[in-house]
């Protein structure tokens, strides 16, 4: 039996959760920073920073005390993000991190937010028992800023096939959404929005889609810019795009265009990988409309999805513990050196093909 301790405080939530054998969910804590960010329509760097500074010694008490763990010493390992993220709220988690570490004499691991995304689908959750070690599996991750699809070979093994050339799929859902005057964060108020819209009522661009150079690449900053040139259109025949039942069409249609986007590439490269699961991660897989459609897609398809909980979709620490199992697993040695480890704004997960 392997417990691990993990902490995330790579952007706007401050998290810690106890894992136990890289799937089963001891505890799962997560203090989100959204109301404070909610006025500055995005996340301020300083203020995260700040705000996890006070909340993390009592979200990881919290973590600790209802998985029944009593010392950190009983611990198998400590999980800490090292990025990508903001730097100085990546500072927060892992030097906490390491004062557990060096203290209790509890090994320390660095781990990718992005591969912990892809983990999140491993957790088990009884009537969702999650991914299966039934390789190799199709990973589309989709976030606030990142847009991968992603071979898995195996654990541990990651084929960059294709990303997004520009803006990350959350990033567009952001940026459309305070174009439409619809509220921070995007995501979410462009879903609650186009479910009031007609998804037809505009025609949007899919941006390369059926492009054969850019097969399993993305790009949403066209799309984002479809919409802007739609809402000045708009404006000068005299309709306000930010009107109730405009703003929802204009969500609906822009919000189709891109869950069209993801779902035919991903079917496009589970068809050409002959992968034996997809998983799909990572906050826009929160969105219903594309849970809907990946469902019904590779349904037909006769593979296997995996999305998340709703919970487990956002940032939380359960997914760096689970990354954590399955990399000591691959890497007994993975913890060598966690107390010198560095925080990194930028670390890809995978170099791209060839
Ligand atoms: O994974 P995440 O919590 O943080 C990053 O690692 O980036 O993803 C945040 C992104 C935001 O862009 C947010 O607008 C988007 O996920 N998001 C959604 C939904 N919920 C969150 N996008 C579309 N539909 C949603 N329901
Ligand atoms: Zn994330």
Redesign the pocket.
Known sequence: MTRILAIET??DETAAAVVEDGRKLLANVVSTQIELHRRFGGVFPEVASRQHVLAIQTVIGEALSAAGVDRVSDLDAIAVTQGPGLAGSLLVGVNTAKGLSFASGVPLLPIN?LEG?IYSNWIDLGDRPGAQDDFPILVLIV????TELILMRGHGTYELLGSTLDDAA??A??KVARLLNLGY????S??AAAERGEANRYPLPRPLMDAANHRFNFSFSGLKTAVLNLTRQLERVGIEPTAKQTAADIAASFQEAVVDVLVEKSAEAARIYAVRQVCIC???S???T?RIAAEKRFGAMGIPLHIPPLFL???NAAMIAAAAFYRLKTDPEAAAGGLSMDVFANLPLTKKNG
Do not use: K, M, R
Request: hydrophobic share 20%.
């Open positions: 790579s952007c937010h995304h976030s606030g800023g990142h959350g990033e859902f952001d964060p995007g995501g979410p462009i879903q990572g906050g826009v929160a969105n219903a594309l979709c956002t940032d």
